[in-house]
Structures are given as C-alpha cells and as structure tokens.
C-alpha cells in the first residue's frame, strides 16, 4: 500500500504542539490589533441575500485571479505563489488528518496523485513565482512600485529589509521541505519515491554524497528549522504586508455590489456629528478594512491620470497615507487633512474610478476622496476659487458655468422643439444638460441630436428654462447639501410633469439620474443617446451611408465606460457611420479621463494637462475624426488637439453629429 510515516526520524513531536501555542498566540494577537483598528469605524451595511453571488466574484477573483491576470507577468507569479501554497496547506491539513485524527486517507492512490506529486508540482510553481516576484522587485524596478511616496512617509516606508525578509523567508520554506523530503527518500530508500519528482532528484543527489546516519542527522536538523521558519512566517505575517493574503480575500468577498454609479452614499446632513471625514473614525469600518487590503502594487497609481500628468494624487500614496493615520494611535480625533493627506492631493482628483477599476483587490479611492472633500467643503469652507465659483452659480442660477450669457432655451428656438408642459404626447423627455445648453460648441451637437431624432420620427420634449443642473458636479466636489437641493428641485418638475423616460446626451447627467436619483426616491428609465441612436440604427429607423472618411477613433467617456459599462453602443453607431474604427492604446475600462470629472472643469490644473495628454493618445491612431459622447470630453479634446495637433487638420465629433451626416442625403466627408 503506497504511503509513508509521517514522524520518520523525528522525536519529541509533543515539542511541535508546544511550540504551536505561542505561534498562534502572535498570530492571534496581531489580527486583534487590527480588528481594533477596523471596528473604530463607522456601521457598513450588508445585504446578506447576495452572498451567493459574493461567493460566485470571490471565486473569480480570489481563486481565479481574473483582475490580476490582466498584467501576465505579474497575475502569473501571484497566481502560482498563491495556489502553490494553497495545495501545499491542504496537503498539511491531510497530513493532520491522518496522523492526529487517525483517519487514514494518506495512502493508496491518493497518496501517489496528490500527497506526492500534485504537492512536488504545486511546490515547484510556489518556488518559481518567488524567483519571478523577486526579479520584478528587484531587477524589473516597475516605478508604481516605488514612486509618489511624500517625505513624511520615508522613514516608515523604508523596510526594504520587510520585502525582502518576507521573500527569503517563503524562499526557505519551499526549499527546506524539498530538502527534508529528498532526504526522507533517499535515507529510506522509499519505493515511491519517483511520484515525488523533486525529492527523487534530490535523493539521488544526497546518495551518491552521504552515508545513511548522515543524511537521517541532517533531515532532522532541517525538519525543525523548517518548523521553526513555517511557525514564524504564522506569527509574522499580521505584522506584514503578507497579512493580504486574508484582507485582501475578505475585501473581495464584502466588495460592494452596486452598479459604480452608486457608490457614492447619501450624507445624512441633519444626523452626522461631522459633514464628510475629517478623522479616521469617519469612514467606515470597510472603508479601514480597505486600507489593510492594499498590497501596494501601485496598478492603481499606473492607470490614475492626475499621477500620469505630475499631480500631487497618488492613489496608492493616498490609501497608504490613510493606513498610517488609522495605526498611527488609536486615540480618536487626529485630524486627517493637513496631517496625513495634503488638500491638493484631493482636488487633483478627477473621480475617473480608473483606480478602482485596476484594483485587484477592490478597494474605493473615490468615495474616500469625495468624502475628504465633503469635509472641506461644508466644514471648512475650503474650496478652490473656481470650484467654488462654480458652486455659487450652481445654487444662484442651476448651473455651474458662471458668466455664461446663453440660456437654456437659445439651442432650439428655430427647431420648433416642445416644452414638455405643451406636447399632449411624447416619447421621452430630452434632458439637455448644462454642458450642451449653455456652451455654443455643444449647442451644435444638441441641434444635431434632435434633427436625428425627428429622421427617426421620434416624439420628445424639454424642460426649457425650468431644466437644473442634476447636481453631479456639486456631489463630486463634495457639496452634498447642495447636491440633495438641486435633486429634490428637479424631482418636483419631473413629478409634476409625470416624466418617467429619460434621454441624456451627458454620461454625467445620465449616470446621476440613473443611479444617484434613486437614492432619494427619484426612479426613471434613463437612456444615454448613443443607447438610443444604436438601437434606431440596428432596427433600421435610421439608414446612415459610410463616410468618406478613412479612420475614426472613439473616446470613452469615463462616466458612460466605467461607471456603467457601456462601450459597444457608441462605437456600433461609429461603425455605422465609417469604414474604419481605430482604437487608441488605452481604451475601453483602460480608457483616459479626459480631466473634466470631480469638478476638475472649473479648477486650474496643476502639472500637465490631462486632456492633453489624451489627445496625444487619439492623434496616435492618425485619425482624421476624434468621436465623442459627452459633451465634457468634446470641450477637453478639442482644446487638446488644438494644443497637440500641430498642423493636422483632426476633428472632434459627438456620435449624433457623425450620424447626421451618414444619413441618407447627408453623407460626406469629415473635412
């Protein structure tokens, strides 16, 4: 019967269990440290009826790896390391099983496949991801491992000795028990030994060197050594960045499950002892939770682009920054802005979610920002002069444009386009949106919308002069008081219009009456108008004819990609309208913010300027037309092609004014 005995050569094993107390009492006490920490924050609720599909996303993020599979090199070292060490544990949980409990399961077949040589299999992959993490740190040098790291956090952040440590520690303990298991085989001459490839080799390796007494002294020696390195890894790894390995697995598992428009949650402003977070214990305890899960990979800060255009944000400095307030002492009341995070760093954010959508770990950058930035703005006053110019016009006039002289009605007034009051039946409501009633380039595209919807033979109305901003803008810089006025005041008119049916030309406006609406009780059916102008060229109510135009390439607004994962819409009505669609280098879920987001349209810019850095990506492809389907992103890459176009003639377009002129008898070219 192919087995082996477990204690060969080893005595005193009571010595194991002695030690095994003090391992996990280390062990124990160091997850207490940071259960203190976590519970310091507020309640975080959960709805437990969707633990089925909680499970379904830890398995194919955890287990599966499928966010930390998008960088190869990186998702196939974690991925080893991680599944070499789980196979590994299970085969010590047997091991326990069949010795301590006296359950005999490790023998026969099993023993062969999976206590011999699945364990010699996964062990090697263990070891060859260690290599390959080590060659990253250390030869590869990746600068998001390394860079944005303030002054301040020098002396803390300096342990290169912990990263190290960790990695020859891990090192050690695969290689001892290779060794251990070569010298088992090769002193016993175990007849199974071959099912154990590697011992195998290592075997024949020490019988051609050492006699018998030799290596049974050696293999006692390392068996214990290699107790001693496995019972120290346990007891470390609380007090290490190692401590991932559960953090990280649990944040998965209690992600929130909400569509990404939501995440931003409703301030109790009567209720709440402090407007925003203006310490620790004003997040809460999954927010802290978050904080303990970061690994530092710095795939947030490579995606971010106020980091790629040399602004003071750093999303992974940021958490960082946040997980030193929260160990720094466990006294409440350390003010956290000023202390532990700097003002321009939030005000740098444009609230892309490209840091939440490359976190494989699913940690929230933005909500912590905008909840910082809540604080500032309703406590402290603390606002950049043209946001906060932006914000007086928004409670002045519903509008954040301060100085404009167009109104909201100018767009349309020989377009003979009804007020909603005046039309007896109609198909949906038109919301215009600020950004394309009140700025004369995006007036254009409106004009465009609404002559494409009446080929369609559509039947729509306006609000007119009684439209407000959604409050998109004043929710991200973190006026949330304002935000809820300008909700409830545009709640009455839809009620008192009986509106049910939305279209929006702004991905803004339309993931806020989407998904932030609903909040305060305001629910509607809201459609983006490339939803729409793809569904009416699909089913045919539209016939649009091939431009001449040789190449297009689209832009994804951030707001409409990932916020609400639309991507395919908008490009099936590109499709439809040219011969060829060019993607820039990052595009989709990878997409570049154009820079308007979080309010960052009414603030100078600090560092370059991010739309500019995203028309360099566009002008890469050698387009002759930039599409767009957001009024904001029209506004920035046509200021940044002008900046970086040098001399090429490249137009930016909405998708409605392409179309119109794909339609029938209005075809041509670009120029």
């Known amino acids: 019967m192919p087995t082996r005995e477990v204690y060969w050569n080893i005595h005193h094993i009571w010595l194991m269990y002695a030690l095994l107390v003090p391992t996990l009492f280390a062990f124990g006490y160091g997850w207490y440290r940071h259960y203190r920490l976590w519970r310091r924050g507020r309640p975080y609720s959960l709805r437990w009826a969707e633990v089925l599909l909680r499970l379904k996303t830890f398995a194919l993020e955890v287990f599966a790896h499928r966010r930390m599979l998008r960088e190869r090199y990186s998702g196939f070292f974690h991925l080893a390391l991680f599944v070499g060490f789980l196979v590994l544990f299970v085969g010590t949980l047997v091991v326990m099983i069949h010795e301590d409990f006296k359950i005999r399961i490790m023998q026969g077949a099993f023993y062969l496949y999976f206590q011999s040589l699945a364990l010699d299999t996964f062990g090697l992959l263990a070891i060859l991801g260690v290599l390959m993490l080590a060659a990253k740190r250390y030869l590869l040098k990746p600068s998001r491992l390394h860079a944005n790291v ?307 033979g559509l039947r729509f109305a306006v609000l007119g002069m009684e439209e407000r901003c959604t409050g998109d803008p004043a929710r991200r810089i973190g006026h949330e008081y304002l935000f809820k006025q300008l909700v409830h005041e545009n709640m009455q008119r839809l009620e008192k219009y009986g509106v049910r049916k939305i279209v929006t030309m702004c991905p803004h406006c339309f993931n806020c009456l989407a998904h932030e609406y609903p909040q305060f009780g305001g629910h509607y059916e809201v459609i983006h108008h490339s939803q729409l102008l793809a569904d009416l060229v699909r089913t045919g109510r539209l016939h649009p004819r091939p431009l001449s135009i040789q190449m297009v390439t689209y832009h994804d607004p951030c707001y409409l990609g990932r916020y609400n994962g639309l ?93 119109e002129r794909a339609l029938d008898g209005k075809g041509g070219t670009a120029a």
């Open 567 to 659: 991507y395919d819409a908008p490009r099936e009505v590109v499709r439809a309208c040219v011969h060829k669609l060019s993607e820039m280098s990052r595009c989709r879920d990878r997409a570049f913010c154009c820079g308007a987001g979080g309010g960052l349209m009414w603030v100078e810019e600090l560092g370059r300027r991010i739309n500019h850095e995203r028309a360099t990506h566009a002008l890469a492809t050698q387009a002759e037309v930039i599409a767009v389907s957001c009024p904001f992103c029209l506004i920035m890459l046509e200021d940044g092609v002008r900046a970086k176009a040098e001399g090429r003639t490249v137009e930016v377009l909405d998708i409605a004014e392409l179309l």
């Open 150 to 456: 303030p002054e301040r956090m020098e002396a803390r952040r300096q342990r290169p000795w912990e990263d190290a440590g960790l990695l020859v520690l891990i090192f050690a303990i695969l290689v001892t028990g290779f060794l251990i298991e070569g010298l088992r085989i090769a002193a016993t001459r175990d007849p199974w030994g071959p099912w154990s490839p590697v011992g195998w080799l290592l075997a024949h390796w020490f019988t051609a060197r050492w006699d018998a007494d030799t290596m049974r002294g050696v293999h006692r020696f390392l068996w214990w050594f290699h107790l001693g390195l496995t019972y120290g890894l346990i007891a470390w790894l609380p007090y290490t960045k190692l401590r991932h390995v559960f953090t990280a697995a649990a944040n998965v598992f209690l992600r929130p499950l909400e569509p990404t428009g939501m995440r931003l949650q409703p301030l109790d402003i009567e209720a709440a002892r402090t407007l925003g977070a203006a310490r620790i214990e004003d997040f809460t305890w999954k927010d802290l939770l978050d904080l303990d899960a970061c690994t530092e990979c710095g795939r947030c800060q490579q995606e971010c682009p106020a980091t790629t255009t040399e602004k003071p944000l750093s999303p992974k400095t940021l958490i960082l920054d946040l997980r030193e307030a929260m160990s720094a002492s466990e006294k409440e009341g350390i003010p956290l802005i000023g202390r532990f995070v700097r003002e321009e760093t939030l005000w740098s954010c444009t609230t892309c979610m490209a840091c939440t959508q490359a976190c494989p770990v699913f940690i929230e950058h933005v909500p912590k920002i905008v909840n910082l930035r809540r604080y500032l703005v309703m406590e402290e006053a603390r606002v950049p002069e043209l946001m906060a110019e932006a914000l007086r016009s928004l409670g002045d006039r519903g509008h954040p444009f301060r100085g404009t002289t167009l109104s909201r009605t100018e767009w349309y007034r020989d377009l003979a386009v009804p007020h909603v009051r005046e039309a007896d039946s109609v198909d949906f409501l038109l919301w215009v949106g600020c950004a394309s009633a009140l700025n004369e380039r995006n007036q254009r595209v409106a004009r465009a919308f609404v002559r494409v919807l009446r080929e369609a």
